[in-house]
């Protein structure tokens, strides 16, 4: 998505200006150019923001005048803490219809493990094909979702498998 497309709510509901408004936890990945608000606030954030909550208001003069005296002192009553605006729900990200995302070109349907070697070592075969070979037709979905659902070690374990691959380096 274009960034210039994004235009995020307020993440938190708060009661001071000191009140972060904001998470910048990660976001899942939204696919087209429609920007969905309620989507970008799905993340793994605290329900509380990090921070100040509140912030010392200046005395009054009566406030002033009960220190002088003696007196018990009153602080100003203190605001609620910011709360998150949604409920956090993890969900795949990709909308359900999509389908698979290809990245470029069209996938094979996938290899059989005794072929993964006679692919990788097939002197014409391109490196999506190699890929393809051994990480199934759909990698590139497989990739995307994990990183949508912010699955981070499932996302970089297929990428180690394409860079290695890509390098030569990777034994079935």
Do not use: C, H
């Amino acid at each position: 998505m274009n960034p210039g497309l994004i235009a995020p709510e307020a993440f938190y509901n708060t009661y001071s200006p000191v009140q972060s408004k904001y998470s910048y936890a990660p976001k899942s990945v939204q696919f087209g150019n429609t920007f969905n608000a309620q989507q970008y606030n799905q993340a793994a954030a605290p329900a509380t923001p990090f921070g100040l909550q509140n912030f010392t208001a200046p005395l009054t003069s009566a406030q002033i005048d009960d220190i002088i005296a003696g007196r018990p002192y009153t602080p100003a009553p203190g605001v609620p803490s910011a709360t998150r605006r949604e409920a956090y729900a993890p969900a795949p990200a990709v909308p359900a219809g999509l389908g698979y995302i290809p990245i470029a070109g069209n996938y094979r349907a996938p290899t059989a493990a005794a072929s993964v070697t006679k692919v990788l070592n097939d002197p014409n075969a391109t490196d999506e094909a190699k890929i393809a070979a051994v990480l199934g037709p759909n990698y590139a979905y497989d990739q995307q979702n994990a990183l949508a659902n912010g699955d981070q070690k499932t996302y970089w374990l297929i990428q180690d498998k394409i860079d290695r691959i890509l390098a030569g380096t990777y034994k079935p």
